[in-house]
């Protein structure tokens, strides 16, 4: 009997390589926005889990980029990956968050859909994504396409959420992921309701999880 035991890295190796994986947001860190370390690991590995064939991602509310950055990320190197960019970039949103938005905004110096390209070329994923500069409402009827990872996190007042859940969540593909962001707040209680009100009561959505503020989901498969 052979008592040789099977090749397996060593932990400080994985550590490592793992450090290397996660160095490739490491851009993310210096981009204005609202996303916690884990979060950020998060959708970066939803995106690199999708399918390696002309994956779709579709992020509503995009700010500076920093999630589409972790977004990108996780996309670049598929085959004809696209990352759907939703936002109006002028700095409107709901009543709590608003004036936060306007100050952030006039801090960047320029118009905030220029400081989000930038983010997005210095981090080489400017090709991969498609950018939609408009409201989320306007624009879903004309939205046909199937989903593989749809990020909500536009307006957060509980018509809105619930409007971008109604409008959106249908075209998520069978086995996709559903990502909302701020659903654990003090101030925001739209994302928390359309979580526990509408989400974990239909039986579409399993595999629910929460990381931080971000409640994941996946369409169960066809
Ligand atoms: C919380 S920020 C997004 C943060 C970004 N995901 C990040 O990680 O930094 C919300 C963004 O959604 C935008 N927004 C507000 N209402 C929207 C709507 N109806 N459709 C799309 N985006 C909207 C806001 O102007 C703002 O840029």
Redesign the pocket.
């Known amino acids: 009997m052979s008592t040789k035991k099977p090749w397996r890295l060593g932990t400080r190796a994985q550590l490592l390589l793992r450090g290397l994986r996660y160095a490739q947001i490491l851009p993310y860190a210096s981009?204005?926005?609202?996303?916690s370390i884990d979060e950020a690991i998060t959708l970066f590995e939803l995106a690199r889990a999708l399918p390696h064939e002309r994956p779709l991602a579709v992020?509503?509310?995009?700010?500076?980029?920093?999630?589409?950055v972790c977004l990108g990320r996780g996309l670049r190197g598929k085959n004809t990956p696209r990352l759907v960019c939703?936002?109006?970039?002028?700095?409107?949103?709901?009543q709590q968050?608003s004036d936060v938005?306007q100050h952030r905004a006039n801090a960047v110096g320029g118009p905030?859909r220029s400081a989000f390209e930038h983010n997005l070329a210095e981090v080489g994923v400017r090709e991969l994504v498609d950018v939609r500069p408009?409201?989320?409402?306007d624009l879903a009827e004309e939205f046909r396409e199937p989903i593989d990872l749809l990020f909500l996190?536009?307006?957060?007042s509980f018509d809105?959420i619930q409007r971008d859940y109604r409008d959106w969540s249908p075209k998520v593909r069978a086995g996709g992921f559903l990502v909302m962001?701020?659903v654990v707040h003090p101030v925001h209680e739209g994302p928390r309701r359309v979580v526990e009100e509408m989400i974990k009561q239909d039986p579409t959505w399993v595999e629910h999880r929460y990381i931080d503020s971000m409640f994941v989901a996946r369409k169960v498969a066809a």
């Open positions: 981009i204005d926005g609202w996303l992020e509503i509310g995009c700010w500076q980029g920093k999630s589409s939703i936002d109006p970039f002028d700095a409107s949103g709901d968050s938005y905030l408009g409201y989320s409402q996190d536009g307006d957060h809105a962001h701020d």
